[in-house]
């Protein structure tokens, strides 16, 4: 990005928050703090009007607002593919607003990038996965987004997997995030005293309370690093014969799935499983046509599982 277009970039980050850090920029532009002090001061001898100082933030003076600003071509398509996730991975709240707020950039957008978004938006298809997953509650996302923003309390009526039970809880909203084809909530629970991981799915009805609380929580990305970082993945590696291979189907994604090679006698499989257990006994439903390469620990337990059906099954037959 030549000098010129990073001024009017800095210019239109300038506009879009309150207060823009000066590594922020850097980090973005993956420049020096000595360029970004430069280009600061290019912008104040160009008039515009700057409040802060090196080594704090900068900020527009209150008022000054920027002409309507012109997508370009590579911009307008990263929108329009955004719409495409949004209206797939979201609630239908959520995906209306963004719908409406794509109109109003299609109809900023000159003649020559209307034709092309048009052209190409049949293109773009997102599928959502096969696995069952429950309807979410229509308006979820912009209710958990307006608690978090406004810090007010959440009340929410949440299935318990572990418990297979409902919970009714009251929750105060940290961060939503998404991973592996599920939205996520981080709160903290008031009736556990602790921060909890709430799926969207299981959370059968929400309500945005009057209470307000102190948002004392920390950063959230702390939340989401630290959410895993206990849990110890086990890698392993299997040969599938390749007429078993096609009866898979999406089980392998269940079990942890991260790759594979075909080849002459086979297919040979790579997971990361969180369950040696649960391993074992997915891959005692294709024993017969399966091998395992690794780990030995895996194999052995897969042996004791046989020898204690085959006990089972010899005592079936003795009745």
């Known amino acids: 990005m030549n000098r010129l277009d990073r001024l009017v970039a800095i210019l239109v980050q300038l506009q879009s928050r309150k207060v823009l850090k000066a590594q922020d920029v850097a980090d973005r532009y993956e420049i020096s703090l000595r360029t970004v002090y430069r280009d600061m001061r290019s912008l104040e001898e160009a008039g515009v009007p700057l409040i802060g100082e090196a080594g704090l933030g900068y900020a527009l003076a209150a008022g000054y607002r920027l002409p309507p600003v012109m997508f370009s071509r590579e911009e307008a398509t990263a929108f329009l593919t955004a719409e495409k996730l949004v209206s797939k991975f979201t609630d239908a709240a959520n995906s209306a607003s963004y ?43 912009q209710t958990i987004l307006k608690g978090i923003a406004d810090k007010l309390l959440l009340e929410i009526n949440y299935f318990s997997y572990y418990r297979q039970e409902q919970l009714r809880r009251q929750v105060e909203p940290i961060g939503v995030f998404y991973l592996d084809n599920y939205w996520h909530l981080i709160a903290y629970c008031r009736s556990r005293n602790a921060t909890r ?46 007429n078993a291979y096609r009866h898979l189907g999406e089980q392998k994604f269940y079990q942890g799935f991260i790759g594979e090679e075909i ?27 399966a091998e395992i390469l690794s780990p030995s620990r895996l194999a052995d337990r897969v042996q004791e599982l046989l020898v204690a059906a085959s006990k089972k099954i010899n005592s079936f037959q003795g009745c």
């Open 197 to 242: 991981d709430f799926r969207f799915d299981r959370i059968s009805d929400i309500k945005l309370l009057d209470t307000s609380f102190d948002d004392v929580h920390g950063p959230f990305l702390n939340y989401v690093k630290n959410l895993y970082k206990d849990v110890s993945l086990l890698a392993v590696q299997i040969r599938v014969d390749h």
């Open 99 to 141: 719908q409406s707020a794509m109109d109003k950039i299609r109809a900023v957008l000159r003649s020559t990038e209307q034709s092309y978004l048009e052209n190409i938006d049949t293109r773009i298809e997102v599928l959502q996965s096969k696995r069952p997953t429950a309807p979410l509650h229509d308006n979820l996302m």
């Open 263 to 289: 080849m002459p006698d086979g297919v040979v499989m790579d997971f990361m499983t969180l369950s040696l257990e649960g391993f074992a006994r997915w891959y005692m439903t294709m024993a017969d046509c």
